[in-house]
């Protein structure tokens, strides 16, 4: 956290800013959602559990401290503009767009958004605070979803509302250019800040929300409304599975299954999520006639993550083939569960060490030097410290290996997440279409070059960050032994 003392005051740092913006966020939707807060307590009672079983080895994938700290929230906007916006904001909080996930063509279920994550992409600001949001927008130019009549209607609507003070943003751009705020303005900053993610109290067009519900849910959510909210903020665990049954023995209803890769005795890989069904909220509503009633909704649920080590390139390549090979399984033998055939196709197409997926080039790794390698190498170690191939120096022990946590989202698993939490599923469907051109993304081509020019700076691909701690590490280490 930067905090220098100027003429202006105290100034709090970027970082400072997200962690205290996490902090009041997670206040906010625990006090709007309770069973938000009862995921955080049962996640605290797992991972110390995790810790008390398997000590400091339990930390290898983040210090409990980080793990302990750590969420990533969720939001939906509706145009170029509230995206922008958003942008603007998260970027004060030293969050950057990293990855594009369309999921217009998702399976189980299509939803008319693109999105983006905002996240801090150097090691040490992820260490320091970690907060990240999945930022979904609508495409309401997409034809598979919306007529051009009800495009042109949520146009209208959507250029109609601010979801972001012009106060707001002005101080976000602040903090941006005198890399962070006096005291008094980050107070201004994250009241106003948290309060634009709050659950509004606006009436909801009965009529008009039900018309977009029709198409999508999620659409309705984000385009029926006249602000947007947190939909959920998830909390991490060291042990989703032991994190799954805690929660249904406290008798909250979890969806069916946990998304990602399956439990296993190899190493964790991405990313495992679970959630809670959504539950109903009191929302008032203005009815055809005028007249407000008392209803609710169901949008709003709670998420849960396991972080695994970051994959390359090849490695995801490999993991999309294991899916594939599990789907294929599941299609043959309808009797059977997810978790009952992907271990099986696990253990046939991974490696079962950290060491096994480093040297088929399918995970991401740091380098550390091994100090008493280095003080008082044996043979084989003295030939691969003359030799000064990197194979030679991981496999002696003078390089250990350090698994890079994976910090992004996985495109089937947010679909799941978001199909396994909506009420109706619409009649919109983009299923079939493999994406590329125009026609096939229904009129609205969407891509990472598209949504860096909306956000205004270069969306990052995570592969891409993965691979650049790891050869920076790797340099490090290597002109250290020489
Ligand atoms: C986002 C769903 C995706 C995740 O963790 O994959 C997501 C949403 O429901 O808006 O949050
Ligand atoms: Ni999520």
Do not use: K
């Not at 009633?293 to 695994?308: H, I, P, Q, S």
């Not at 100090?371 to 390089?399: M, N």
């Amino acid at each position: 956290m930067t905090a220098t003392t100027g003429t202006t005051g105290t100034t709090v740092g970027t970082t400072a800013l997200r962690a205290r913006f996490a902090a009041r966020l997670s206040r906010l939707y625990g006090a709007e959602v309770p069973a938000y807060t009862t995921l955080v307590e049962v996640a605290h009672e797992v991972n110390q559990r995790v810790l008390d079983r398997h000590g400091a080895a339990a930390e290898r994938l983040g210090s409990i401290d980080r793990v302990t700290a750590e969420r990533h929230g969720a939001i939906r906007v509706g145009s170029r503009r509230e995206l922008a916006e958003v942008a603007r904001v998260f970027r004060a909080l030293g969050m950057h767009p990293c990855g594009f996930y369309d999921l217009r063509d998702a399976a189980p279920s299509a939803i008319p958004v693109v999105s983006t994550a905002f996240r801090p992409l150097d090691r040490d600001e992820l260490a320091a605070n970690p907060f990240r949001v999945f930022t979904s927008m609508l495409v309401p130019e997409d034809r598979r979803f919306f007529d051009a009549d009800l495009e042109e209607r949520l146009h209208t609507f959507l250029s109609g509302r601010q979801l972001f003070a012009p106060e707001l943003l002005r101080l976000a751009d602040r903090a941006v250019d005198a890399d962070g705020l006096s005291e008094s303005d980050a107070e201004v900053f994250l009241d106003l800040a948290t309060a634009s993610f709050a659950l509004s109290h606006d009436p909801v067009d009965r009529a008009w929300y039900a018309e977009l519900e029709a198409v999508s849910a999620v659409a309705a959510d984000i385009g029926g409304v006249t602000t947007t909210h947190v939909n959920h903020l998830t909390p991490r665990v060291l042990d989703i599975d032991d994190l799954y049954a805690s929660m249904r023995a406290r008798g909250i209803a979890m969806i069916d299954e946990i998304q990602g890769p399956p439990a296993w005795e190899g190493p964790d890989v991405l990313l495992r999520q679970t959630s809670f069904r959504a539950l109903a909220e009191r929302r008032t509503f203005r009815e055809a006639d005028g007249a407000l009633t008392e209803g609710t909704l169901r949008v709003r649920f709670g998420e849960v993550e396991a972080r695994g080590i970051a994959l390359t390139v090849a490695g995801r390549g490999r993991f999309d083939e294991l899916v594939g090979e599990v789907d294929r399984r599941l299609a043959g033998d309808p009797g059977l569960t997810r978790a009952e055939v992907a271990p099986a196709v696990w253990r046939d197409g991974l490696p079962a060490t950290e060491e096994g997926l480093w040297r088929e080039g399918l995970g991401c790794f740091g380098y550390a030097v091994d100090e008493a390698a280095r003080a008082r190498p044996d043979d084989a170690q003295r030939r691969a410290l003359s030799d000064g191939r990197t194979e030679a120096l991981v496999r002696t022990g003078v390089l250990r290996l350090e698994p890079i946590v994976y910090e992004d989202f996985l495109p089937r698993s947010a679909a799941g997440i978001f199909a396994s939490n909506l009420t109706g599923t619409g009649t919109g469907s983009a299923a079939g279409a493999d994406g590329g051109s125009g026609a096939e993304q229904g009129g609205a081509v969407r891509d990472l070059t598209w949504m860096s020019d909306v956000v205004g700076a270069e969306v990052a691909v995570p592969e891409e960050v993965y691979a650049a701690e790891s050869d920076a590490s790797l340099r490090t280490a290597l002109a250290s032994l020489r």
